[in-house]
Nanobody, 124 residues
Framework: QVQLVESGGGLVQAGDSLRLSCAASGRTSSRYGMGWFRQAPGKEREFAAAISWSGGFIYYGDSVKGRFTISRDNAKSTVFLQMNSLEPEDTAVYYC?????????????????WGQGTQVTVSS
């Protein structure tokens, strides 16, 4: 079992930045990719970013590419999502997840463990 705790969400204005963190505990001796997804009210969950165990492979969703940066600190079992130039359309609950293996993947079906989510609200 892996437990994930997200933090760093909040209410910001358009153009501001936020940094989300997700700390993993439990099966942290295994090598696993991690990802961030988001879900806005009334919409399906959307892929935001993913990073492999080594950090050598990173993917972004089209809607966040160029504005968001994913990174990880394996020594602390933590993944980060730096979000810059935030837009009202970025308003959503952001979830981090642990993948089944060490790869980076955009498919939600490849993730076994999910956090409870952290709310990000961007006002115009």
């Amino acid at each position: 079992q892996v437990q994930l705790v997200e933090s760093g969400g909040g209410l910001v204005q358009a153009g501001d930045s936020l940094r989300l963190s997700c700390a993993a505990s439990g099966r942290t001796s295994s090598r696993y990719g991690m990802g961030w997804f988001r879900q806005a009210p009334g919409k399906e969950r959307e892929f935001a970013a993913a990073i492999s165990w080594s950090g050598g492979f990173i993917y972004y969703g089209d809607s966040v590419k160029g504005r968001f940066t994913i990174s990880r600190d394996n020594a602390k079992s933590t993944v980060f999502l730096q979000m810059n130039s935030l837009e009202p359309e970025d308003t959503a609950v952001y979830y981090c997840a642990v993948a089944r293996g060490p790869i980076a993947t955009m498919s939600s079906g490849e993730y076994d463990y999910w956090g409870q989510g952290t709310q990000v609200t961007v006002s115009s």
